[in-house]
Every structure is written in C-alpha cells, then in structure tokens.
C-alpha cells in the first residue's frame, strides 16, 4: 500500500509564530487530504487538495502531486490551533500519516 | 444539520462479548467507512462500503464485521476473535471514493 509521511511528529509553537507540516507519499494518488484532531478525538476535514493551492483564513496547503508532497502553513498560530494534524492520501482507499501533534503555547 | 452520528460515545466491553458500534449519517452519502485509531498512531481502516449491501476489507478487518443494509447505516460489531480491541473508532463517509471525508465524534471502546 501507499506510505504517507507526515513531519516532524511533534512541534511546540509559541502563539503567533508560524509552522510548515509537510507530508510526504510513496505513490501517484487521487485525493489528498489534511485533517485536525482536535483534543476531543474530532476530525475536522481542513483541506481537499490533490494538487495546488488552497488557502483558508490562517492555514493553507500546497500539494505538489508529481513530487509526492504536501505542504501544510499554519500562520499567526493561536492555541486553539493544538491537536494533531493528520494528512490522508487515496488511490483505492483512503491511507492516513502517523500525524503532527502541535502544541501551541499562550 | 446533516452529519454523521456515532454512538455510543463510551463503551466497555467484557472479555468474549461481541459489541455494535452505529454510524448514521443524513448526508446522502454513499461511500462509509471505519477507522481504529490507537494512541499516539494515525488511522487504520478496517472496512469500507462504497454501495449499499456491499463492502470491502480495509487493512485490519480481522475480528471485526460489518452490514450496509441502508445507505445512511454502518454498524461495525466487535466481535471476541479481535484479541486486542480496546482503541478510539471513527467512522467517517464520503460522496464517493474521490471526495472529501466527513467524520463523526468516534466510539471510544475499552476491555473491561
């Protein structure tokens, strides 16, 4: 099956610093995704990005399919923005990254 | 609101008991899905049903079973072969394969 990369595992952000999360792909994919979990356990679909770019308020994505990666910002970061992130690719079922757990301090 | 529905929320399950997990969803979706997540670790599917009475295996089906009898339904059940089954269970459903996954708030089940 397809191997999805996320890095780092885990990073600690002072509030208002900006982040890159990148993940990682062994193979041609139909569908990329980047997901939030909060502390809860609620996956919050952020992105649909299988190439491109694509921006949402302080977080964006670039998906650069032919070199089998992609690029999560985070900017201006804030604590609400702690969980894991998850990045979740598919070609014939959907493969999901180990995950960066962000921690964000006041 | 359309959205997918999981529960319960909590469940304890004794040794050799089979459990149900339910997943509703009201999206007129047709493809759902069910994850495992263990601690500290991503996603693993364990089945997947992209039609009505049809579904597949994901990558850890074993002791696990499922139905799609209704297409807004996708209970998963327990059952006591899964030798290790205490973890985090998130369904999820798409309008197809291709296409962006909404997920519902998960089942935490724990071996009591």
């Known amino acids: 099956g397809i191997q999805v990369e996320q890095s780092p595992p885990d990073l600690i952000l002072q509030e208002g610093a900006n982040s890159t999360l990148r993940c990682n792909f062994s193979?041609?994919?139909?569908?990329l995704q980047w997901f939030h979990q909060n502390p809860w356990g609620q996956l919050i679909n952020l992105f649909y990005?299988?190439?491109g770019t694509k921006q949402n308020g302080r977080l964006s994505a670039t998906t650069v399919a032919t070199e089998r990666y992609s690029l999560l910002y985070i900017s201006s970061s804030q604590t609400t923005d702690s969980g894991v992130y998850f990045c979740?690719?598919?070609?014939?079922?959907?493969?999901f990254g180990a995950g960066t757990t962000v921690t964000v301090r006041a | 609101d359309g959205g997918i529905t999981q529960s319960p929320k909590y469940l304890f399950r004794k040794e050799g008991q089979n459990v149900t997990l339910s997943c509703e969803q009201n999206?007129?979706?047709?493809?759902m899905y069910w994850y495992r997540q263990d601690p500290g670790q991503g996603l693993r599917l364990i089945y997947y049903?992209?039609?009505?009475?049809?579904?597949q295996k994901g990558d850890i089906a074993e002791g696990y079973s499922v139905s799609r009898e209704k297409k807004e339904s996708f209970p998963l059940t327990v059952t006591s072969a899964q030798k290790n089954p205490t973890a985090f269970y998130l369904c999820?459903?798409?309008?197809?394969?291709?296409?962006?996954?909404?997920f519902g708030q998960g089942t935490r089940l724990t071996v009591v």
């Open positions: 999820a459903s798409s309008i197809g394969t291709s296409s962006a996954g909404i």
């Open positions: 193979d041609s994919v139909n569908n």
């Open positions: 990005i299988p190439s």
């Open positions: 979740a690719v598919e070609r014939h079922k959907l493969s």
């Open positions: 999206l007129n979706h047709d493809a």
């Open positions: 049903s992209q039609i009505v009475n049809d579904f």
